[in-house]
């Protein structure tokens, strides 16, 4: 009784395992699809200039996209004097 047991936790726990892996796996893939410079133009268009200012730096200080597009957008979302 003991062995049956024990070979279905082991199951149990490999299925959860091989289960989350895909599901993690599978989230990573989708989640590439996102577009910084599309989602400041939409935090622009939605009169949230300090949030799209704040993305478009973060962005370009960590070189994630192309610097030339998100140096023109910070330009464009500074205030000036």
Do not use: G, H
């Not at 996209?65 to 910070?74: D, F, Q, R, Y």
């Amino acid at each position: 009784m003991k062995t049956i047991c024990w070979s279905c936790l082991k199951v149990t726990v490999l299925s959860v395992i091989i289960i989350s892996s895909i599901i993690a796996i599978s989230i990573n893939y989708c989640s590439m699809d996102w577009d910084p410079i599309t989602e400041i133009q939409k935090l622009k268009d939605q009169n949230r200039r300090d949030d799209a200012l704040d993305l478009a730096t973060f962005f370009k200080q960590n070189e994630r996209t192309e610097s030339t597009k998100l140096s023109a957008i910070e330009k464009d979302l500074q205030y000036s004097p």
